[in-house]
């Protein structure tokens, strides 16, 4: 079975940056969809990002698009999400999740779509 490891979460000032990974065990990671939520205090879980098995292809959530970037490297077993010009309100859990189907639109966004769970990172935007 496949397990994930997020890592790299901690706090850091508005208009930092910080990158997290993503490792995975178990299974051959490049058979993975893999997709990044948060979840912020008091709100609900949102999709952030999504990249497709080969990294070629990309999703973002508005709210994220043109300051995080998702990679991958696959000989590494390691997803990457590069966060940039960080916001206060992007304070969250960040959680990636490994799907079998890369979805177009706002499918992607639907946790169902993710059979695999890591145990999530803290991210705090704060001066």
């Known amino acids: 079975q496949l397990q994930l490891v997020e890592s790299g979460g901690g706090l850091v000032q508005p208009g930092g940056s910080l990158r997290l990974s993503c490792e995975a065990s178990?299974?051959?990671?490049?058979?993975?969809?893999i997709g990044w939520f948060r979840q912020a205090p008091g709100k609900e879980r949102e999709g952030v990002s999504c990249i497709s098995n080969t990294g070629r292809s990309t999703n973002y959530a508005d709210s994220v698009k043109g300051r995080f970037a998702a990679s991958r490297d696959n000989a590494k077993h390691t997803v990457y999400l590069q966060m940039n010009s960080l916001k206060p309100e992007d304070t969250a859990v960040y959680y990636c999740?490994?799907?079998?189907?890369?979805?177009?639109?706002?499918?992607?966004?639907?946790?169902?779509?993710?059979?695999?769970w890591g145990q999530g990172t803290q991210v705090t935007v704060s001066s």
């Open positions: 999740a490994a799907g079998r189907r890369f979805l177009y639109g706002t499918g992607w966004t639907r946790p169902t779509e993710y059979d695999y």
């Open positions: 178990g299974s051959t990671l490049d058979s993975y969809v």
